[in-house]
């Protein structure tokens, strides 16, 4: 469990000194940015522990602007980021979705819903705190992972990312964002073919389409998200709190909205086939393969 619980004026007496099981937080005074990174050793799927540091860390964050300990920390952008060399993220608990699937449980199948709408909702209205958010991404992200990574204001990806909603593959949807934030960035046809063809996509690729804003050369992602965040320094970081704030205004993505899909995919999944039930738990081996410590030796 986070330290960080329940305790905010805690939580806010010792940022950036915060410890969650899954994520690690980093303060640069340089670019004034708090960076929540995803531990090298945390699992590759958003657990509902994972899930619930990320509420804690949000929570904290709020707290730590109530407070008076803002003017001595001041933040600007909030960058997601994984210190995995290989993986940003692999998206839901598909060990989980299966157990529940096949047990029938459609209640703890909607309570992980609602906290990955938490997260959701979280990431996409930048907290409800006056913040430019960044999401940096390397190696694979996927599925879940690719919709927590849209709904940040600004994607800055490595080349060799690969990015992607692959769940048509077992008959479902991307039911935790993507099919909002997609069609607000792309418009709904384009974010139709893109959920509906399943394809895992480069960084270059995702550039074109305008769904990432900057490619960072091979090895200089944290280096490329740095000199973005200087760039133009506090007058450009003005402008693009500007634009993102009337972004959210005129395009919003509502609590409500993602309860609704969020809602439409339990039900679906909960009808999907023996054969796509089998497909799932295939995935589910392949990433423990990802996560077993030969394969974490091969990534270090």
């Known amino acids: 469990m986070s330290s960080c619980v329940s305790i905010a004026s805690a939580c806010a007496e010792s940022f950036p000194k915060w410890s969650f099981e899954n994520i690690e937080i980093d303060y640069q005074w340089e670019t004034r940015s708090i960076w ?58 598909l060990a989980t979705f299966a157990a529940l699937i096949r047990a029938g449980d459609r209640a703890e199948l909607r309570d992980y819903d609602y906290a990955c709408v938490d997260v959701m909702h979280g990431l996409t209205t930048a907290f409800d705190l006056p913040l430019v958010t960044v999401s940096a991404v390397r190696g694979q992200c996927m599925g879940g992972g690719f919709e927590g990574a849209l709904a940040t204001d600004f994607l800055i990806a490595e080349e060799g990312a690969r990015l992607g ?3 048509i593959a077992f008959n ?11 069609a607000r960035r792309v418009g709904a046809v ?36 740095r000199a973005w965040m200087l760039d133009g320094g506090e007058e450009r970081w003005r402008r693009r709190r500007i634009l993102t704030r ?5 395009f919003p993505v509502t609590r409500e909205e993602l309860t609704r899909i969020v809602e439409i995919w339990t039900d679906c999944s909960l009808e999907i086939s023996e054969h796509d039930l089998r497909h799932m738990e295939r995935l589910v081996a392949a990433q423990r393969r990802l996560t077993s410590p030969a394969a974490a030796r091969v990534g270090a």
């Not at 479902?172 to 934030?181: L, N």
């Not at 009337?246 to 005129?250: E, F, I, V």
Request: proline content about 4%.
């Open 36 to 93: 929540m990174n995803y531990r090298a050793d945390a699992p590759h799927c958003y657990t509902r522990r994972m899930l619930q540091d990320a509420i804690d860390f949000s929570e904290s964050l709020r707290a730590l602007f109530a407070s008076g300990q803002i003017e001595r920390w001041q933040v600007r952008y909030f960058v997601m980021a994984s210190n995995k060399p290989d993986v940003f993220s692999l998206g839901g608990d």
């Open 165 to 167: 909603v692959p769940e």
């Open 172 to 182: 479902t949807f991307p039911g935790m964002g993507a099919v909002s934030f997609l």
């Open 190 to 225: 384009r974010a139709e073919d893109i959920i509906a063809g399943g394809a895992v996509y480069t960084a270059n690729e995702l550039g074109d389409l305008e769904l990432v804003d900057v490619v960072a050369p091979k090895g200089a992602l944290r280096e490329t998200v």
């Open 246 to 250: 009337h972004r959210k205004r005129c």
